[in-house]
């Protein structure tokens, strides 16, 4: 079975509107990677400051093989440069970091269920 990878970032509360508009202009290059299946972008709603990056791929090297892509480089580095013309620097938001952490989960599917199923 796939899976999955949340990237857990902290991010304060000043912060989530621009998280949110990085991740609208992540120009779609993780869709055309091989092996991968799922993404969502899951925002906290009550007791927490992370947000959730959630991915599903078919195997852990397709995962790996993700992260040393061009693609991979290349919006992250689209990210860091929108952010420095905007005059905040590498990694940096409006008023600051976007993200103040993150941390890598991996889990195996081991069961799913879709409505209907």
């Known amino acids: 079975m796939s899976i999955v990878k949340f990237n857990v970032l902290t991010v ?11 991740f609208a202009k992540r ?5 055309n990677a091989e092996g991968f299946e ?13 947000y959730l990056v959630y991915t599903r ?11 040393q892509s061009r693609a991979f480089q290349q919006g992250h ?9 905007a ?3 590498h990694g940096h938001g409006q008023g600051g970091p976007a993200a103040t952490g993150s941390e890598i ?5 081991i069961q799913h269920v879709k409505a209907g199923e």
């Open 12 to 22: 304060p509360e000043d912060a989530g509107t621009t998280l949110e508009e990085r």
């Open 27 to 31: 120009a779609g290059l993780v869709e």
């Open 38 to 50: 799922e993404f969502q972008l899951l925002r906290p709603v009550e007791g927490t400051d992370k």
């Open 57 to 67: 791929w078919r195997s852990e090297a397709d995962f790996q093989n993700w992260l």
């Open 77 to 85: 580095a689209e990210a860091a440069r929108d952010s420095a013309q």
């Open 87 to 89: 005059g905040h620097g």
């Open 105 to 109: 989960w991996g889990f195996e599917v």
